[in-house]
């Protein structure tokens, strides 16, 4: 640190150049911790999905229903010790924008299946009792202000009526949260029954099958023998755990985590370059005093160290101040995308891994003038002056 004065007035020497640099920088770690946020949510299901659930979709597509015959032939199966069911709604509340997951299912058998889901008693059986009744997350009562006894209408995209309308109304009879630290509310339930018998088709079919295996029971198993069943049949099913499902819905948007590592490479490929060419001509600029700085007694080692120090000084000033007002945009991100994509968070592994690039870059950037400097003749630089 007491060549610190030193290296910080060399790094200042030429401020629009080195300004030009730290924005460069600046903007690749915004960038970084937007897509790293983003990359987070689309696999938070993943990471926190409970093993001892699977799904049953439909074996061609997801997009596919199944009858809702299953459900007892499901249920039967050996080891399997609870199943409910939902299907994807589709719909948005008040304008195109305002959207988030909205599920037809069974009440009671949903929250047995989700314990960590927690809906006050009182709260849980009123929904049960009103036909058009829903029940909606905290997440999304605080986004849009609604509250218990407010009756919204949803939009349907996907599901008409079966008198061609499209707008469903449900009154709110309760809102829950949930009690897992990384898990979402961002989502609606209501009555399954009242969504078959009044859309305008797919009556007797749900989206997917959710089930409990038994303490001790092999998943793996229990998922063969349930496809077994389905097998050659109109509808074959393909059953997997909740991490599983969680990935494959991700994938409906793309391979999220190829798009992220491909752009975050062409970023920080140019971002080198940049760096690079900035500490070269740096360096160049200053052959003369390197040689002083080694005829006054500084040893090659404090010329590598220096040159390398304003380097990685540079990519920490662009980087660190990138990370963090993208933590603040992510922030702004969350409240804004928290009902239709829940869990974008930058996550303390996404901000290790970008100060460990901030200091790999500095060194790659910085070791080649480094090297040039620490292997610089003090009698062919003074010849140079």
């Known amino acids: 640190m007491k060549y610190f004065g030193l290296i910080w007035r060399n790094v200042w020497r030429k401020k629009i150049r080195t300004s030009l640099t730290i924005l460069s920088i600046f903007v690749a770690f915004l960038l970084f911790a937007l897509l790293a946020a983003i990359s987070y949510a689309f696999k938070g299901g993943e990471d926190v999905a409970d093993a001892e659930r699977l799904i049953?979709?439909?074996?061609v597509s997801l997009i596919n229903t199944l009858p809702m015959s299953y459900l007892n032939r499901i249920a039967s199966t050996d080891s399997v010790q609870s199943v409910t069911?939902?299907?994807?709604?589709?719909?948005?509340?008040?304008?195109?924008?305002?959207?988030?997951g909205q599920f037809p299912t069974d009440p009671y058998s949903?929250?047995?299946m989700y314990p960590e889901l927690q809906l006050p008693q009182e709260q849980l059986d009123a929904w049960v009792k009103n036909r058009t009744g829903a029940v909606i997350g905290r997440e999304i009562a605080e986004t849009y202000g609604i509250e218990v006894g407010d009756r919204i209408p949803l939009q349907a995209t996907i599901w008409t009526k079966a008198d061609g309308g499209r707008t469903w109304e449900f009154d709110i009879e309760g809102i829950f949260s949930s009690s897992e630290p990384r898990g979402s509310s961002a989502f609606m339930l209501f009555h399954y029954d009242y969504f078959d018998e009044a859309r305008a088709f797919g009556q007797g079919s749900v989206g997917w099958y959710i089930l409990r295996v038994k303490p001790g029971a092999d998943p793996v198993q229990v998922a063969n023998?349930?496809?077994?069943?389905f097998a050659n049949s109109p509808s074959e099913t393909k059953t997997s755990t909740e991490a599983a499902f969680a990935q494959s819905f991700a994938k409906q948007f793309g391979n999220i985590a190829l798009i992220v590592t491909l752009i975050l490479g062409a970023v920080f490929f140019t971002l080198l370059l940049?760096?690079?060419?900035?500490?070269?001509?740096?360096?160049?600029?200053r052959i003369s005093e390197l040689a002083v700085l080694k005829t006054l007694?500084?040893?090659n080692g404090s010329v590598l160290g220096?040159?390398?120090?304003?380097?990685?000084?540079i990519m920490l000033m662009g980087g660190?101040?990138?990370?963090?007002?993208?933590?603040l945009v992510v922030q702004g991100v969350s409240q804004a995308m928290g009902a239709f994509l829940p869990g974008v968070f930058l996550s303390p592994g996404a901000a290790v891994t970008a100060l460990a690039i901030m200091l790999a870059a500095g060194i790659v950037a910085g070791i080649f003038p480094a090297l040039k400097a620490m292997r610089l003749s003090i009698v062919d630089a003074l010849a140079k002056a």
């Open 56 to 59: 049953v979709i439909d074996k």
């Open 85 to 100: 069911h939902a299907s994807w709604f589709g719909g948005y509340y008040q304008e195109p924008r305002n959207q988030f």
């Open 110 to 112: 949903y929250f047995s």
């Open 225 to 229: 023998a349930i496809d077994a069943q």
């Open 274 to 285: 940049v760096s690079g060419n900035t500490m070269s001509q740096s360096v160049r600029e």
């Open 297 to 299: 007694g500084f040893s």
């Open 306 to 313: 220096i040159v390398l120090s304003e380097s990685v000084l």
């Open 320 to 327: 660190l101040l990138g990370l963090g007002f993208g933590w």
